[in-house]
């Protein structure tokens, strides 16, 4: 991915390049690096994100756009972004981290955007981001369905469990595996009562652990 085809991507060309290198620069490669940026753009993200669900969905309550807004700036949507921006391929990373596969990194990719955002942020003022922002979510906001489906997979596991006096599930990591950048979890998650066992596999464990999670609800609801 070239600077030309991310400003693009973007819809923003920075005035100030000096921005731009800073916030795709980790700061395993050297000072100035993008912490500072990311600071910024997890601000300015989450005040545009509030914004856009305000507008979008006049009728739901502070609770459910909290829950919108929480699924919509976390690491697994910044992430996505960063993949579709390719920005993978233009982080400024120390040799320890390019060699540990840094660049496919989700924590990196997703601290890498909110850099971003707060670069264009001092470059062009709010506006400007704000505008860049709903762009890059278009795809998220229009997939979203408010509602129960909002909160996670555990989430509505444990109140599925709880509404009918059951006790609580339990997570076990049974793998890992793969190299750094590139690790599958495979997590299991158990229920007493009724007796469920289901299996969960991710990037993360976390993310496995949430696949097994929806795994048992479809058993039970079924």
């Given at each position: 991915?070239?600077r030309a085809a991310l400003a693009v991507k973007l819809g923003h ?82 040799e320890g981290e390019l060699k540990s596969g840094g660049s496919q ?118």
């Amino acid at each position: 991915m070239s600077r030309a085809a991310l400003a693009v991507k973007l819809g923003h060309e920075f005035a100030d390049q000096s921005l731009f290198r800073t916030a795709l620069t980790h700061r395993s490669f050297g000072s100035p690096h993008n912490e500072r940026l990311e600071f910024l753009g997890d601000s300015v993200l989450n005040c545009a994100v509030a914004t856009l669900l305000f507008k979008r969905f006049g009728d739901l309550p502070e609770g459910d756009l909290s829950r919108l807004r929480a699924n919509l700036v976390r690491q697994d949507a910044l992430h996505q972004l960063a993949v579709g921006l390719q920005l993978g391929t233009m982080l400024r990373l120390g040799e320890g981290e390019l060699k540990s596969g840094g660049s496919q990194r989700p924590s990196i990719l997703a601290d890498a955007v909110e850099a971003l955002i707060g670069a264009i942020y001092l470059d062009a003022g709010f506006e400007v981001a704000h505008r860049v922002i709903e762009v890059l979510y278009a795809p998220l906001l229009d997939d979203l369905k408010p509602g129960q489906a909002q909160k996670d997979a555990k989430t509505r596991l444990q109140e599925w469990l709880q509404g009918r006096k059951k006790p609580l599930p339990r997570y076990q990591l049974l793998a890992a595996s793969g190299a750094a950048h590139q690790q599958r979890f495979e997590v299991s998650c158990e229920i007493e009562n009724p007796p469920l066992r289901t299996i969960g596999q991710g990037a993360s464990r976390r993310i496995a652990e949430q696949v097994a999670a929806e795994n048992a609800l479809k058993v039970l609801k079924a």
